[in-house]
């Protein structure tokens, strides 16, 4: 069996005493049913894991006793933001699920006009709190320990306002579109940098015309209805090139797992 893996959003070192709680103590207790003595990799979402082993089980928490540092790092080379229109129900679930375990460095959901989701206030704070746990998981079962940042989720026009701020070269005019935490030099402030890509069938290169990036890509993908002749104006506007998939229009859960998995065979880790 492998070793279950598990997120804990607290400071990590061996030989500290490390509580179990929430989505963690459910996975670990209730659903593998693990005992005292279990192994356990522990990470922290910003590139660390450790050994561990559950020491303590309570009724609602647990507690596992943290012993080693561990040596890997399996971060795409190539950094990718993917801007994805909201779809409904399991089909944006499937897409945030298939980008983590595809690599990307960061996710904004964004809701454009031909989208047929509309989320506001105690919804779409219920949702964002489900979609991270989505990401988490996926993290967790892929064997990632850096948490891919998920984005406020904000209407189209207001997220490419923002993007306009940022030159592509990433200099900002105004203001940045930052992580919210610290991390590595590749992965800081991705959204805005690099090449700006817009999955388009009616475009005529695909992925294979392009130079390979030297830094991040941000790549745009509508929802379901896909993406308005405005917004598609007002996207190459902000410095979005269009490339298409080959000859089949892909549904909105399949063109980011589909693009993210070219890129990597192209540009990434893929041999």
């Known amino acids: 069996m492998r070793t279950p893996r598990l997120y804990l959003p607290v400071p990590l070192v061996p ?54 540092a561990l040596p890997g790092e399996v971060e795409s080379p190539v950094p990718v933001v993917l801007v994805q229109g909201v779809s409904r129900g399991e089909k944006m679930d499937y897409t945030l699920q298939k980008a983590v375990e595809l690599g990307v460095v960061a ?59 940022v030159d592509p070269s990433g200099a900002s005019r105004h203001s940045s579109l930052p992580l919210s935490r610290d991390v590595p030099e590749v992965w800081e402030n991705p959204q805005g940098q690099g090449l700006r890509l817009l999955l388009d ?45 080959g000859p089949r229009i892909l549904r909105t859960e399949t063109a980011g797992v589909a693009v993210l998995a070219a890129m990597q065979a192209l540009w990434g880790d893929w041999e």
Do not use: Y
């Open 15 to 68: 030989g500290a005493m490390a509580p179990l709680d929430g989505d963690a103590f459910s996975h670990a207790v209730r659903v593998l049913r693990l005992k005292p003595g279990a192994p356990l990799v522990l990470f922290d979402g910003s590139g660390r894991a450790f050994a561990a082993i559950l020491a303590e089980i309570g009724k609602r928490d647990a507690l596992a006793r943290v012993t080693e």
């Open 107 to 165: 996710i904004q959901p964004v809701f454009a006009e031909r989208g047929g989701v509309h989320l506001a206030g105690e919804r779409l704070e219920r949702k964002t709190q489900h979609w991270r746990r989505i990401v988490i998981g996926a993290c967790e079962q892929c064997g990632r320990n850096r948490l891919p940042e998920l984005g406020e989720p904000l209407p189209l026009a207001d997220w490419l306002s923002r993007l306009a701020s």
């Open 201 to 245: 069938p009616l475009a005529d290169q695909g992925l294979r015309g392009l130079q390979p990036p030297s830094g991040p890509v941000t790549v745009l993908i509508g929802p379901e209805g896909g993406l308005s002749p405005a917004e598609i104006a007002r996207a190459r506007a902000a410095g979005f090139t269009s490339v298409r998939l």
